[in-house]
């Protein structure tokens, strides 16, 4: 099916944030797929910062990064996954990026003999950023998920332009908002006053929702259906209920069973088929059965109490297991721990290791002490960017001799910067934005653990690094062992390494996470698991 004039969807979110709209826009997006309409989802975020590059992971979580080389909001990542589809810097727009470009102007003077205001020069920016997304490829139906909770002052522009741009594009427009209905254990009762509320203030400010997703812990009755739709105006088949799920999977299967597709290609006016999900429903059947053989995978990090700093690392290790007909029980390692009371106390029994990216020198002992564990026990072990740094500190210390070896990004001084900056990095001044961003090639050694993952010669993978392996030890470290499997093309920067004295020790420059989805595992993903389960 291809629509003539494309159709836009906008999700808001009301009572309380971090209620799912990420993850409700790429279910919705999933099944309009499987409607036959082309889609592409974008986010709209509220805060100043120009994107979350800069931003702690207790901030913000996860920083995704798009082919193109545009750091994201994690959202991005669900989105990829669920869709299947590439996404770009267009995809996400924040109020940084929205106001540095009217400021812009203005400098240059295309606004000359007029006051620039929120309306209608921000507004205006923010609806061209909507259509944006359409500049290079027509999508039959464009998603615009608007950060924040519904009240906040900071999402106040971005409300007035959908609000705009509904009212230019009437027939076209459908808005979607997600609330939370909270169920009261103490007397067994939901309430749906504060959904009441959020869509009261919704309408105060000119927007209408056509469909409300009722997030909460237990399935949304009828009843209960009828009296948020009689006071919230819409019709009764309009509210939906968004439950708590075991799995991020299950909400496509549960949307379909609410009959989301339908009612959405019915107020497009568009016509609607029954949806064909067997292969994502038996990817969730997979992942959830209870009868396969159990892999305990240790993931250390020093944000081990906040998952969504790794989202797409424990994502990618999902779609591997299923692929490998195993489940995954992930442990969750702080590599200061290990620092302080050493690797066995945290590592003993695990099948497998993986050491992820990150920045900064705290609990950087502890990763390497994980990945000497990995080694020295024949464990497999899978380093991701800086997990690639830590495998070759630890080779270089306690394989070659070098010791004190480090990085130039945790000492300066070192004798030995095994790993150090990339040299266009040396005189770089600014923070954000300015790291080896995005897609680049990579070259792959033929009879190497790399190959028989890809199976091909050369390969696009996403990168988010500023530091090296240093080329000046590239031969000690082929002495001990070490396989350069994986390069840029000219053979200059160092893309994966491979310890050949263990079954499976390799490390990677760039985050294949990023490229991961479910039926289509990340290979290195794909290798990792099937190294664990066969241990």
Known sequence: MTVKETKYIFITGGVVSSLGKGIAAASIGKLLEKQGLSVTIQKFDPYLNLDPGTMSPYQHGEVFVTEDGCETDLDLGHYERFVDRALKRVNNVTSGMIFWTVLQKERKGD??????????????????????????????????????????????????????????????????????????????????????HSVKELRGIGIHPDIILCRSVKPVNDELKEKIALFCDVEKESVVSAVDVH????????????????????KLNLEAKEVDLKEWINFVEVLEDPSLPLVTVAIVGKYTNLADAYISVVEALKHAVVENGCRLNVRWVNSERIEKYGADKYLEGVDGIVVPGGFGNRGIEGKISSAQYAREKDIPYLGLCLGMHMTVIEIARNVLGLKGANSTEFDLETAYPVIDFLPEQRDMKKKG???????????????????????????????????????????????????????????????????????????????????????????????????????
């Open 111 to 196: 606004y000359l003999g007029h006051t620039v205001q929120i309306v209608p020069h921000v507004t205006n920016e923010i609806k061209e950023r909507i259509t944006a997304v359409l500049a290079e490829q027509h999508f039959d139906v464009v998603i615009t998920e608007i950060g924040g909770t519904i009240g906040d002052i900071e999402s106040a522009p971005f409300l007035e332009a959908i609000r705009q741009f509904h009212s230019k594009h009437k027939g076209d427009c459908l808005q979607i908002h997600l609330t939370l209905v909270p169920y009261l254990k103490t007397n067994g009762e939901f309430k749906t006053k504060p959904t009441q």
């Open 247 to 266: 799995n991020i999977y299950e909400v496509p299967v549960k949307f379909k069973e609410e009959r989301v597709d339908k009612v959405i290609m019915q």
């Open 433 to 535: 934005g300015t790291m080896r961003l995005g897609n680049y090639p990579c070259k792959i050694v033929g009879n190497t653990k790399l190959f028989d993952a890809y199976n091909f010669r050369e390969v696009q993978e996403r990168h988010r690094h500023r530091y090296e392996f240093n080329n000046d030890y590239r031969v000690p470290f082929e002495k001990a062992g070490v396989v350069f499997s994986g390069t840029s093309p000219d053979d200059r920067l160092v893309e994966v390494i491979e310890f050949t004295k263990q079954k499976w020790h390799v490390a990677c420059q760039f985050h294949p996470e990023f490229k991961s989805r479910p039926n289509k595992s990340a290979p290195l993903f794909k290798g990792f698991i099937k190294a664990v389960k066969n241990r």
